[in-house]
């Protein structure tokens, strides 16, 4: 079934950094990871994407982590960079990246290898519903004012 009013987008991003994880008190080994991020997000239909806008944006969320012991940058110098940690901590401000650019977070899903994933979805929140909701009637109103405009000729 066609979507009139809203497209879905998938960016991938990768993450070169090291970490180390701490089982029973024990630090374990530092190793390096190459971590992919995979973002689907949801923009109106009738929105130009400049992906290149997205693409910057979260590239540059993602620099201070690049090439770096994750451990050693807050927040994951107080919480364990483990996937899952991860993946929470860059949720809520990739979200509002994504938003101040005009789309919406449908979810995020960080990889350390090929076969296992975490995934955070946006689609049951509260938020994620009223944002929904405001980004639906602004696009039927623009839909409307187009029909309104073309009666009128």
Same mark, same amino acid.
């Given at each position: 079934?066609? $979507? ?19 089982? $029973? ?129």
């Amino acid at each position: 079934m066609s $979507n009139q009013i809203f497209r879905e987008y998938r960016f991938k991003f990768y993450l070169n950094a090291l970490h180390f994880v701490v089982f $029973n008190g024990q630090k374990g080994q530092e190793h390096p990871h190459t971590w992919e991020i995979t973002i689907d997000i949801l923009i109106n239909k009738r929105t130009f994407m400049e992906f290149r806008k997205f693409e910057e944006r979260i590239e540059a969320f993602l620099e201070p982590y690049q090439d770096k012991l994750m451990n050693d940058i807050p927040p994951f110098d107080i919480i364990i960079p483990t996937l899952e940690n991860i993946v929470d901590q860059f949720a809520n401000p990739l979200s509002e990246i994504i938003h101040d650019l005009g789309a919406r977070l449908v979810r995020i899903e960080g990889k350390e290898t090929p076969t296992r994933g975490y995934i955070v979805d946006f689609t049951d929140s509260d938020e994620y519903m009223n944002d929904i909701n405001d980004f639906s009637k602004t696009a039927v109103m623009e839909i409307m004012d187009l029909v309104i405009d073309e009666c009128l000729r």
